[in-house]
């Protein structure tokens, strides 16, 4: 990926979190764990999330499939500090974000939709 082209991909995550405070990391993330781009603050580990988010979109994909609901396109985790967001940006690549227990999940997933057309045209 030529450096202009992930100069604009980390530009368009900083831009998610500079718009929506309650956002506290973004990484987008290949299908095989790597980290494509990512705004992350410690203690986040770039490799970690990148990990995870691909065995959370394996198993997404999984259950969605043999549930019957069709392509994935989210997964929502839930925990006591808050939110952890996966929404597909292509086949091949899950945009993850980390939010605070003060985000409104219906304006995240609005903000999230925006990001991805966004990002989508530079994967």
């Known amino acids: 990926m030529s450096t202009s082209?992930?100069?604009?991909?980390?530009?368009?995550?900083r831009e998610l979190l500079a718009s929506t405070p309650e956002i506290e990391g973004a990484a987008l993330?290949?299908?095989?764990?790597?980290?494509?781009?990512?705004?992350?603050?410690?203690?986040?580990?770039?490799?970690?999330?990148?990990?995870m988010s691909a065995a959370m979109l394996s198993l997404g994909e999984r259950?969605?499939?043999?549930?019957?609901?069709?392509k994935l396109e989210q997964?929502?985790?839930?925990?006591?500090?808050g939110f952890a967001l996966l929404t597909a940006a292509n086949e091949r690549?899950?945009?993850?974000?980390?939010?605070?227990?003060?985000?409104?999940?219906g304006l995240l997933l609005l903000e999230l939709r925006k990001v991805v057309a966004d990002l989508q045209p530079m994967l």
């Open 63 to 70: 259950i969605a499939r043999e549930l019957g609901r069709g």
């Open 29 to 51: 993330v290949s299908d095989d764990g790597l980290i494509i781009s990512s705004v992350m603050a410690p203690p986040a580990d770039e490799d970690r999330v990148a990990a």
């Open 5 to 13: 082209r992930t100069q604009k991909l980390n530009d368009r995550l």
């Open 93 to 105: 690549s899950v945009l993850t974000i980390m939010a605070s227990n003060e985000a409104r999940l």
């Open 75 to 81: 997964v929502y985790i839930k925990g006591d500090n």
